[in-house]
């Protein structure tokens, strides 16, 4: 199995949001306090929502595709400065995500490396991403990269 990886185009969103919508419900099933719960047209909102980012020059969507198929996709950003965070300028890995029939190929790490090369061009000091506590496979690939703890966030549930 082997996949290109190149810049996302406008008709690869649909795909892109399915994908999408897989993190979303993947998430989902770790926390369903925490996270938003998958619903009805999110594959065309989550499309619709990077479509809107493509042409921004401080973001970049990358997908890997095999015979026209769109397998995966990593969504990476330049972020400012962030009091809220207590961070100097960085990029940010938002989404990475690959086909279930896709994984154990290293298309994730390859994406991973064009989204880190895209933000070391863009003169980003540091990368910066945040992983579902329970998902042990992506932090596994994140550390094999380089990437090292530095926040947990924690969450409480206020009845209502």
């Known amino acids: 199995m082997t996949a290109t990886i190149r810049l996302a185009q406008s008709g690869d969103m649909p795909a892109v949001g399915q994908l999408g919508a897989t993190l979303m419900r993947t998430h989902y099933d770790f926390d369903r306090q925490r996270f938003i719960a998958p619903f009805e047209g999110v594959e065309e909102g989550y499309a619709s929502f990077l479509q809107s980012i493509l042409q921004s020059p401080d973001n970049v969507i990358f997908v890997a595709e095999d015979g026209g198929a769109v397998v995966a996709y990593v969504w990476a950003a330049l972020e400012p400065l962030s009091w809220k965070e207590l961070r100097g300028p960085a990029g940010f890995i938002h989404d990475l995500v690959v086909a279930e029939e896709w994984r154990r190929h290293g298309i994730a790490r390859r994406l991973m490396d064009a989204a880190i090369e895209w933000l070391r061009e863009k003169n980003a000091p540091?990368?910066?991403?945040?992983?579902?506590?329970?998902?042990?496979?992506?932090?596994?690939l994140f550390e094999s990269l380089g990437f090292r703890?530095?926040?947990i966030e924690m969450t409480l549930e206020l009845p209502r």
Do not use: G
């Not at 540091?126 to 596994?140: H, K, S, Y």
């Open 126 to 140: 540091r990368v910066v991403l945040w992983t579902a506590a329970p998902n042990d496979i992506a932090q596994a």
């Open 149 to 151: 703890d530095t926040m």
